[in-house]
């Protein structure tokens, strides 16, 4: 049974630049969340995917957004990154709407320059 | 908006200590509630959880938790740590309502000194 997988690992990127982070949910998840972990925080939630659909969000700006695709993966998109963006960016899966729990990824790593 | 708080920041015991870490959420109404941890270089992990029945749970590893209502508290509590408890452990809430989102407290990084 796969857990939460996140793609890549880390990630260098540059001010200005683009960026898109990629996650698969456990087995048998049809929700993702996504949550940013800056250097000794505890997690913030950026926003939450079901059905292809945004559900909830977060207090990030429009330069951060997402997608679900039909087999209950999903992308976090950040454009014109900034320094403050850099952090561990984290991928939760669940089961809507009868699990309370959330199964998390190993993160990606983002440091921008 | 609900909150988490987390007052201890950094705390350094050794091996066989025992351990509470405190966590305090701010929410108007039912929550669940949920400890992770963090061991260094691997993600979070669910170490309990609070729905509802019994307050007191119990979760793996030993640890277990007191959720005290009148207090909006639920405090993390291993009688006699090990040096492989080192980690960073959150405390999380949600409302008890449907798969809404996390909130966090900031960690508290525990330290366990052979």
């Known amino acids: 049974d796969a857990g939460v997988t996140q793609s890549p690992t880390h990630l260098i990127k540059t001010r200005g630049q683009q960026v898109t982070l990629r996650c698969s949910p456990k087995?048998?998840?049809?929700?993702v969340s996504w949550y940013q972990q800056a250097l000794g925080q505890g997690p913030q939630f950026i926003f939450q995917?079901?059905?292809?659909?945004?559900?909830q969000r977060g207090n990030f700006p429009d330069r951060f957004s997402g997608h679900q695709f039909p087999n209950y993966s999903s992308e976090l998109n950040v454009n014109a990154l900034l320094l403050g963006d850099s952090a561990l960016y984290l991928c939760?899966?669940?089961?809507?709407?009868?699990?309370?729990?959330?199964?998390f990824g190993p993160g990606t790593r983002l440091t921008v320059t | 908006a609900q909150s988490v708080s987390q007052h201890n920041h950094h705390v350094i015991l050794s091996e066989a200590a025992s351990l509470e870490l405190g966590c305090n959420y701010s929410?108007?109404?039912?929550?669940?509630l949920f400890w992770y941890v963090q061991y260094p270089g691997q993600h979070l992990q669910l170490l309990l959880k609070?729905?509802?029945?019994?307050?007191l749970v119990k979760g793996i590893k030993g640890f277990e938790a007191e959720f005290i209502k009148s207090k909006f508290s639920f405090n993390l509590r291993k009688p006699s740590v090990q040096w492989s408890d080192t980690a960073e452990y959150f405390c999380?809430?949600?409302?008890?309502?449907?798969?809404?989102?996390?909130?966090f407290g900031t960690g508290t990084r525990l330290t366990i000194i052979p």
């Open positions: 939760a899966s669940s089961l809507l709407p009868t699990s309370y729990e959330q199964y």
């Open positions: 087995s048998g998840h049809d929700t």
């Open positions: 995917y079901y059905e292809e659909e945004e559900r």
């Open positions: 929410y108007g109404g039912t929550v669940n």
């Open positions: 609070y729905f509802s029945g019994d307050p």
């Open positions: 999380a809430v949600n409302p008890n309502f449907g798969n809404e989102k996390l909130t």
